[in-house]
């Protein structure tokens, strides 16, 4: 039987690329969900194994509804890729408003957030739900990833709101990684850097910001995501082996030379590990 793999943002992009990884292996049924439905009948069409479902990720909703039809098809799930996102683009966090017309100034928009954040907590929530009602034989191989960012372990000055989802993401990531894990779900995050993808090259002003050299084929990202959900362990750029037993709660940064664990920051001493200790239930 085929496993059952369901993908945010899956109609461009990195999304698009891991489900056509997975289509074409002939051994995934693959479900991409995107709000434009034009694109998406398209991006669907290329695919062998694969369908599209229209779905805005800020609504729980219609989030759930596709969960529950593909489910329902299906009567299991193998996979979830929470990669949904949008770049900030709309508001410039440090503008200065007027006080003589801009008494209080205008609500900024939050898009950023709801998409990236807000979006990846729906998804994983619905994920958890589905991959419980699954057959009990697929415990210990069901994989949740969450697209994170660079802006997710590192600050970006030019784009706060969007950095700051991406740090809830990395975040999340290692506060539910163990349940989960104990659940039969391997939870990680990735944290690409500026990858080639069409929001970037049909973009001439993003894309002459960076540097040839920092740019990273999203072919390269979709390599290091079928390793993550392979089952098995995993050597980074540095030589950092994770075995397949540890392999949850990972930040894995990628950037345009290798890919790489990323570790929580240090705790400082004995009162900081007694409560993190504390925190995480211990």
Same mark, same amino acid.
């Given at each position: 039987?085929?496993?059952?793999?369901?993908?945010?943002?899956?109609?461009?992009?990195?999304?698009?690329?891991?489900?056509?990884? %997975?289509?074409?292996?002939?051994?995934?049924?693959?479900?991409?969900?995107?709000?434009?439905?034009?694109?998406?009948?398209?991006?669907?069409?290329? #695919?062998?194994?694969?369908?599209?479902?229209?779905?805005?990720?800020?609504?729980?909703?219609?989030? &759930?509804?596709?969960?529950?039809?593909?489910?329902?098809?299906?009567?299991?799930?193998?996979?979830?890729? &929470?990669?949904?996102?949008?770049?900030?683009?709309?508001?410039?966090?440090?503008?200065?408003?007027?006080?003589?017309?801009? &008494?209080?100034?205008?609500?900024?928009?939050?898009?950023?957030?709801?998409?990236?954040?807000?979006?990846?907590?729906?998804?994983?929530?619905?994920?958890?739900?589905?991959?419980?009602?699954?057959?009990?034989?697929?415990?210990?191989?069901?994989?949740?990833?969450?697209? &994170?960012?660079? @802006?997710?372990?590192?600050?970006?000055?030019?784009?706060?709101?969007? $950095?700051?989802?991406?740090?809830?993401?990395?975040?999340?990531?290692?506060?539910?990684?163990?349940?989960?894990?104990?659940?039969?779900?391997?939870?990680? $995050?990735?944290?690409?850097?500026?990858?080639?993808?069409?929001?970037?090259?049909?973009?001439?002003?993003?894309?002459?910001?960076?540097? $040839?050299?920092? #740019?990273?084929?999203?072919?390269?990202?979709?390599?290091?995501?079928?390793? %993550?959900?392979?089952?098995?362990?995993?050597?980074?750029?540095?030589?950092?082996?994770? =075995?397949? =037993?540890?392999?949850?709660?990972?930040?894995?940064?990628?950037? @345009?030379?290798?890919?790489?664990?990323?570790?929580?920051?240090? #705790?400082?001493? @004995?009162?900081?590990?007694?409560?993190?200790?504390?925190?995480?239930?211990?």
């Amino acid at each position: 039987m085929a496993r059952v793999a369901l993908i945010t943002g899956g109609t461009s992009g990195i999304g698009f690329d891991v489900a056509k990884e %997975l289509s074409k292996s002939g051994t995934w049924q693959v479900n991409i969900i995107g709000s434009n439905d034009a694109r998406g009948q398209e991006a669907a069409a290329l #695919l062998p194994n694969t369908h599209f479902f229209q779905a805005d990720v800020r609504s729980y909703a219609q989030l &759930a509804g596709v969960f529950n039809a593909i489910f329902e098809t299906s009567h299991r799930l193998d996979f979830v890729f &929470a990669n949904a996102g949008i770049p900030e683009e709309a508001l410039d966090f440090y503008a200065q408003h007027d006080a003589a017309t801009d &008494a209080i100034p205008p609500e900024p928009p939050l898009d950023p957030v709801k998409v990236n954040l807000d979006g990846v907590l729906y998804t994983s929530y619905l994920a958890m739900h589905y991959f419980r009602r699954s057959p009990e034989s697929t415990k210990g191989s069901r994989d949740l990833l969450l697209t &994170a960012s660079i @802006g997710g372990l590192y600050p970006c000055l030019l784009t706060p709101m969007y $950095s700051a989802s991406k740090h809830a993401i990395v975040g999340f990531t290692r506060c539910v990684g163990k349940q989960f894990f104990a659940e039969g779900v391997r939870v990680n $995050s990735i944290c690409p850097g500026v990858v080639k993808t069409p929001l970037l090259t049909e973009n001439p002003d993003l894309i002459a910001h960076f540097p $040839s050299e920092t #740019l990273i084929p999203i072919e390269r990202v979709t390599e290091i995501v079928m390793q %993550l959900i392979s089952g098995s362990a995993v050597e980074d750029t540095q030589g950092r082996r994770v =075995d397949a =037993d540890e392999m949850h709660s990972r930040a894995v940064h990628i950037t @345009g030379q290798g890919f790489y664990f990323t570790e929580m920051p240090d #705790l400082h001493d @004995g009162s900081a590990r007694n409560t993190w200790s504390k925190m995480m239930g211990g």
